[in-house]
């Protein structure tokens, strides 16, 4: 195990890796929770911070929420610089309503054959 950096280095380090939408420690005083734009923001967080992932727990799941729509979502649990990370992002996996015009083209092709 590496030893243990200050919290204020460590959210230091966090925020010239990479740029997580929250970081904070939690109640434990032990451990620090991550969230991150995209799942390829984590990805590259791990991968810029040297943790490989032999060396990191982490779960990913596909989800459909109560609005219908399907989501992706990624945790990872590594231990960095003596802290215990919980890291996680979430990333819709549709590609969301049609534009205007595309529906207005696929429905005359439709029509026309």
Do not use: C
């Not at 959210?11 to 390829?40: H, Y």
């Not at 799941?61 to 215990?84: M, N, Q």
């Amino acid at each position: 195990m590496t030893e243990r950096k200050s919290r204020r280095t460590v959210f230091a380090e966090l925020l010239l890796l990479t740029n997580p939408t929250e970081i904070r420690q939690a109640g434990d005083g032990q451990s620090l929770r991550v969230e991150f734009e995209s799942i390829a923001d984590l990805r590259s967080w791990l991968h810029a911070a040297g943790l490989k992932s032999d060396d990191v727990t982490t779960h990913e799941y596909t989800e459909v929420r109560g609005d219908g729509i399907p989501y992706r979502t990624l945790y990872a649990w590594p231990t960095w610089h003596g802290w215990k990370i919980s890291a996680y992002a979430t990333d819709r996996t549709d590609p969301g309503p049609l534009d205007a015009d595309t529906a207005d083209k696929l429905s005359a092709l439709a029509v026309t054959g």
